[in-house]
């Protein structure tokens, strides 16, 4: 997700309906600010599908589905900053998240010799609580009116 888009999600976003003006703390900012980059990405749930191979020498793991649900339960967690000049933008903020429910999907393939067995297995990972600090930065900004 590039930083200029996401700041013109958030400023459509707060101006929908007209031109009007919104008078929040800056931090009441970046709590809408997560909620909108939630709702405009369509991150709860968040699917992504790819394949990972992992192999050992009596078995293999080939992980390809990821499906997170509660991301919209996403809120600020500490300071967070928003930096626009003509170089380009970036955002740095630090987040948390409750209830999380993530699934993993994998192909396990066990063999020995000439005999090998493959199961699909479903993992379910579920976190009372989640931080992370993201840091999305865009350089070389070109804006046009």
């Known amino acids: ?3 200029t888009k996401l700041l013109l999600i958030l400023a459509f976003h707060f101006a ?5 003006v919104i008078e929040m703390s800056g931090q009441e900012f970046f709590d809408r600010a997560l909620q909108a980059a939630v709702y405009a990405y369509s991150l709860d749930p968040m699917e ?3 394949v990972r191979d992992i192999d050992s020498v009596l078995a293999s793991l080939k992980i390809y589905q990821l499906t997170a649900h509660g991301l919209s339960t996403v809120q600020r967690e500490g300071a967070n900053f928003i930096s626009v000049n003509n170089s380009g933008a970036s955002l740095k903020i630090d987040i948390a998240a409750k209830n999380i429910t ?10 020995i010799s000439i005999f ?3 199961a699909t297995i ?4 579920l976190a009372n609580s989640i931080q992370a600090q993201l840091d ?4 070389s900004v070109e804006l046009k009116v």
């Open 116 to 118: 090998s067995y493959t």
């Open 48 to 50: 992504m599908e790819f």
């Open 102 to 111: 993530v699934t993993v999907l994998a192909n396990v393939t066990v063999g």
């Open 122 to 125: 479903k993992i379910d990972v």
């Open 16 to 20: 929908a309906g007209g031109f009007s």
């Open 1 to 3: 997700m590039k930083a």
């Open 136 to 139: 999305i930065e865009q350089k």
